[in-house]
């Protein structure tokens, strides 16, 4: 892409998330985003059909990323061994994109995002459990509930932590969840 191009898109986007910051996602219009970005509404159409069409296009590039991040482990001796890596992945993008995900997944945010990052979470989870499989190692409940739980309270857990000024850093939340996970959160005394 020319660099002329993607300049132009950073300061549209970056404008976005300025008065985002400020009013709330809903309440951008696009001559908000034009006067933060100091550029003419042509310009903005060359590039977006419209303010949707820039969120949706964030939104896409913030998901691609996610799941680009996400990790195959290289040894697999254990479940914690699938877990752990694209957990802690996917706490490092988000304090990475902090600043985007405080705003995404604020009140005046995008209420569908949360969904979507569930979305993405549930392929890479996926691939991991189907490598724990192939690796002889037994899942005693369905693939896909498992799936669907450990993606649901990773976000959770997510918005919860961005909404906290991401309080602990990655790892420690990673090693938290996975040892939730594999040996769960409490002891008998």
């Known amino acids: 892409m020319d660099r002329r191009i993607s300049k132009t898109r ?26 933060e970005a100091n550029i003419n509404r042509a310009t903005f159409y060359y590039h977006y059909k419209d303010k949707l069409d820039l969120i ?12 680009q991040e996400i990790l195959m482990p290289n040894e697999v001796n254990s479940f914690s061994d699938i877990v752990y890596p694209p957990i802690l992945a996917v706490f490092e993008h988000v304090k990475k994109h902090r600043d985007i995900y405080k705003i995404v997944l604020s009140e005046k945010g995008l209420p569908d995002f949360p969904a979507k990052m ?6 890479s989870l996926g691939d991991n459990i189907t490598l724990l499989q192939n690796n002889k190692i037994e899942i ?3 693939k896909e509930l498992l799936t669907n739980y450990i993606s649901a309270a990773l976000v959770s857990l997510i918005v919860e932590w961005v909404k906290n ?7 420690d939340m990673a090693n ?10 409490y002891k008998e005394k």
């Open 165 to 171: 000024d991401l309080s602990n850093n990655p790892s």
């Open 176 to 185: 938290q969840i996975t040892h939730v996970l594999t040996s769960g959160g």
């Open 10 to 35: 950073k300061l549209i986007k970056d404008a976005l998330f300025t008065v985002s910051s400020q009013k709330g996602i809903d309440a951008v219009t696009v001559q908000d985003i034009i006067d």
């Open 56 to 67: 949706e296009s964030i939104l896409h590039e913030m998901l691609e990323g996610l799941g």
């Open 140 to 142: 005693t409940v369905n």
């Open 118 to 123: 569930v979305k993405e979470l549930k392929e």
